[in-house]
């Protein structure tokens, strides 16, 4: 036994072998995107009813149309701009919670497996990755960090 394979890694390769790295089977899984597309549908279809409130007439036109109550536009990008803040917030929570507690604990395993004895068969075995996560300043250095550069990047014309 001379290398140890963590769940991380086993949900990786298996993930990268069920994808077949087709784009279409990204489709399903991409959260901001489906946000974005149901919340220009639902907008669209509730123009209709908000027509008929206002004029008191069915137009099935306005499904089509732009303008109109509510704006698919702002609903379009505020459910794509919520769903990538929603993400980010899992990841950062992700890399300062879990992951750096993980890598305490590998830190704990890998100090075990030292005092092993020799003939012990774990004793050979290819230390932990202990690096896993960060700390909360870390994290918001980095968020700050990616805010600075998105704000810069929106002047880049």
Not at 35 to 59: G, I, N
Not at 87 to 103: E, I, K, N, P
Not at 113 to 128: N, Q, T, Y
Request: glycine share 8%.
């Amino acid at each position: 036994m001379d290398e140890v394979v963590t769940a991380a890694d086993a949900t990786s390769t298996s993930s990268a072998a069920t994808s077949g790295g087709e784009p279409s089977s990204l489709l399903p899984y991409n959260l901001p995107l489906i946000s974005a597309f149901l919340a220009f549908a639902l907008a669209q279809f509730l123009k209709l009813f908000t027509t008929w409130f206002k004029e008191r007439r069915w137009d099935s036109k306005r499904m089509l149309g732009s303008g109109g109550m509510p704006s698919s536009h702002s609903a379009t990008v505020t459910a794509l701009a919520v769903a990538i803040v929603v993400l980010a917030c899992v990841v950062m929570y992700d890399a300062s919670g879990v992951r750096r507690h993980a890598g305490r604990q590998a830190e704990l395993l890998n100090q075990i497996v030292c005092e092993f004895p020799p003939e012990h068969p774990l004793s050979s075995v290819r230390p932990l990755r202990e690096l896993l996560g960060h700390t909360p300043l870390q994290v918001v250095a980095g968020a700050i960090l990616g805010c600075i550069v998105g704000y810069l990047m929106r002047n880049t014309n």
